[in-house]
């Protein structure tokens, strides 16, 4: 089975917007604002203005209406979007610990829970291999 089928059978997203939504978003390594500026094809000066929440050291996206700059119906950042967008909902704690497979699955709708926990992780699992 390649990864394209591994994935669909824990999750198909729902497009439900949820994940994008806050007033807060995930942090961007050093590596996700590179491939930012790389996308919007501008200065790193003005990224970080237009688009990006520094507090310190932790560098987030910027919220609007209570959801990401970015998030428009869909992320309108996406080959830009940062590692934790790209990882999100299939996070490697998931197989840490079941509270977070309750958390993650309560937030999003596009997972599938039906085969149960351990099934679900046998599967994650196989994705993290990858
Ligand atoms: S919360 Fe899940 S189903 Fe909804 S848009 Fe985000 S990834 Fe897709
Ligand atoms: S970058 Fe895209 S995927 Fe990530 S929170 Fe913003 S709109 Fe959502």
Same mark, same amino acid.
């Given at each position: 089975m390649n990864k394209t089928e591994l994935i669909e059978q824990i999750f198909t997203c729902q497009r439900c917007g949820y994940c994008c939504h806050g007033e807060t978003t995930v942090s961007?390594? @050093?590596?996700?604002?590179?491939?930012?500026v790389d996308y919007l094809q501008l200065e790193v000066d003005e990224v970080k203005e237009k688009y990006l929440r520094i507090t310190?050291?932790?560098i987030q996206m910027k919220t609007v209406d209570g959801h990401c700059i970015f998030y428009n119906e869909g992320c309108t950042a996406?080959?830009?979007? @940062?590692r934790l967008c790209r990882q999100w909902p299939l996070h490697p704690s998931i197989i840490a610990d079941y509270a977070n497979f309750t958390a993650i699955t309560e937030s999003c709708p596009g997972l599938k829970t039906d085969m149960g926990y351990e099934k679900f992780c046998e599967i994650l699992a196989l994705l993290q291999d990858e």
């Open positions: 961007l390594t @050093p590596e996700d604002l590179q491939r930012m310190g050291n932790v996406h080959p830009g979007r @940062p």
